[in-house]
């Protein structure tokens, strides 16, 4: 299998964090410069049409897309440790929970940057600042929810460490470093304790 995957990226990272939960070694990578548009060649929109990484090409040739789609693939081929959960109810409630932080915090994050910082200028055109402010005031607002049920328990999804935690954590370190965003100084205390224990996992430095 080959990974086409970037440097910095938060999708990418969700991917690279799974993989490496997972223990899965020997995969082949490619490395897209995004700065440099690397995701919109010829090469790579034949890869992934839609100009996206990551981009996992199987070894029978077809390639699965979107980040969630590639770790459930890999799920499958490496049951062990289960981060999506064990038969169809547990599975549900993670999905659930996954798709909250995904949609309110990720993309949050992500449209807030995306639309308001310079460095993205090249990236997302246009910009809309507008949309973007008002992105980085509504995110808060999930932060918020989040600190909330980690004051109850000790990961994003329940008692233990799943993909939600991944989708969490790279949504937070993105916003950690191109927003400044520190749940500490926003008065979030278990959303903090939360990411200073992930961040102390072997798989928060993978990639």
Known sequence: MKLYTSARAPNPRRVTMFIAEKGITGMDTQLIDLGALQHRSPEFLAVNPFGRVPALQLDDGRVLAETRAICTYLEGLYPEPNLMGDGFDDRAFIE??????????????????????????????????????SQGVKV????????????????????????????????????????????????????????????????????
Request: include cysteine.
């Open 140 to 207: 808060r607002d999930t932060a918020r929810w989040l600190d909330g049920v980690l004051a109850a328990q000790p990961f994003v999804a329940g008692q233990r460490f799943t993909i939600a935690d991944i989708t969490a954590f790279c949504a937070l370190e993105f916003a950690r470093g191109l927003m400044k965003f520190r749940p500490a100084a926003e008065g979030l205390p278990h959303l903090q304790a939360w990411r200073d224990r992930m961040a102390e996992r072997p798989s928060a430095t993978a990639g």
């Open 96 to 133: 659930m929970t996954d798709r909250r932080v995904e949609l309110h915090l990720f993309f949050g994050f992500a449209n807030c940057i995306r639309h308001t910082h310079p460095g993205l200028a090249t990236l997302e055109q246009p910009q809309f600042a507008d949309f973007g402010a």
